[in-house]
């Protein structure tokens, strides 16, 4: 399984059936076997009070990198997400912000991926990390 | 601190400064310094694919609440959200929700919560729990 | 299954499988389908740099106590962790403590439960509070 | 300050301070202000039932080497864990195995770390990974 899942069908899966990366200005912009990588657009959408990042387009960011990772790894479009762990390291300030999701555990039950998110340009500082567990389906 | 932090001003607060609450719909319904309780209300932007509530939604339910709390008790716009674990228990269906957070830890610098995202109506069971440490400024 | 894990069958399997209870001087108090409750005994054993209990010692108890409402209900030895998220929320110092375990999801494949650490006697403030998640067998 | 927490100087005051190393049998390998590595020695006192290594063990050496971390790189005896969240991700049966350590924030108030426990030898397989919250005093 997993043979068609393209960046492409990827892309079309997420847009059509999460709406909140729209919401959110998230682009899905890589995803094979080992990892996956989706961009946080700049806007007005993505802001906290303070005018920093908020913390739910960090955590949807490290959500859907991971979702991505497992669907061009093992193709499971049903897979949920069991538990999601999120550290918040600096301000994000500086955007473009990139999530990039590796596994770390691939079983037949479980997926487990962590997620860095850093500054697309510049410094490319550490911005927030994840932990997360799947069940696949 | 934090005595003019009434319900209404704290709405027009997070409204003003938090535009993801009006992209998700949540409404954030009480808050004193005990507890603050907030509604992800139905609608397609809360999805994902299978038809359920996407993960990010409840993540932003449980931390838009918390900082509805600190508000609440403490009178800090300025804090920041450390961490947060979230754990998925059961498939969200039936809205709409309820994330209720409580005081774990109010102390000087860090302030900590724990927060349960259940159904509003019927059984009322337990979908989301999650724990949350905040740096206060 | 399980219904041959009473709690002297359980007290036996643990102190044999798991001579770190022995180290630590932990005692399993109680365990059944709801809940499970260990005692952290007081003892050099314990104590970390300021003379507080260590957070390894209400790490053990959370994960211990989980193990034992886990075999009370589902009757399965060979679960194994997946994650656990502990919070240290006050400095343990009057001993000794209790840790409970309450189910937050009993499924096929996965099990999640809540543990508060608390002391025994007095005001029973909480110390710690864990979440953690295992995958039976 | 921390510019006389030597190696020498930080495994006697971990050796005198925190007696469920010796009772692990842990060893603080090294430790300055960019890493410390800890490992964990093979023995009867780390097993569970199955013959694998006890979560609490794992947990024991990803606080332990954080601890000698914010030693060697800050020299805070007396800072203490917030919160730390553990994935186990491979049964650990090849001992020894050895805890790395390395900063995500090196704050004011707030020290953060990410821990690998990874095989010593052959593979080198990932067994576990953390990630660790600390107020500094």
């Known amino acids: 399984m997993g043979q068609d899942w393209t960046l492409a069908r990827i892309g079309v899966h997420i847009a059509e059936g999460l709406p909140l990366t729209a919401l959110f200005d998230l682009d899905v912009l890589a995803a094979d076997a080992d990892?996956?990588?989706?961009?946080?657009?700049?806007g007005p959408q993505v802001l906290r009070p303070g005018g920093i990042v908020a913390g739910p387009i960090l955590f949807a960011a490290a959500d859907v990198a991971t979702y991505?990772?497992?669907l061009a790894r093992v193709g499971d479009p049903d897979a949920v997400?069991?538990?999601?762990t999120i550290n918040f390291l600096r301000a994000g300030r500086n955007l473009p912000l990139i999530a990039e999701a590796v596994p770390l555990r691939a079983g037949r039950r479980l997926f487990s991926a962590s997620v860095a998110i850093t500054e697309q340009d510049g410094e490319r500082r550490l911005i927030a990390q994840a932990t997360t567990n799947w069940a696949l389906s």
Chains 1, 2, 3, 4 share one sequence.
């Open 35 to 42: 990892h996956a990588r989706l961009r946080i657009n700049a």
């Open 68 to 70: 991505a990772l497992i």
């Open 81 to 84: 997400t069991v538990d999601l």
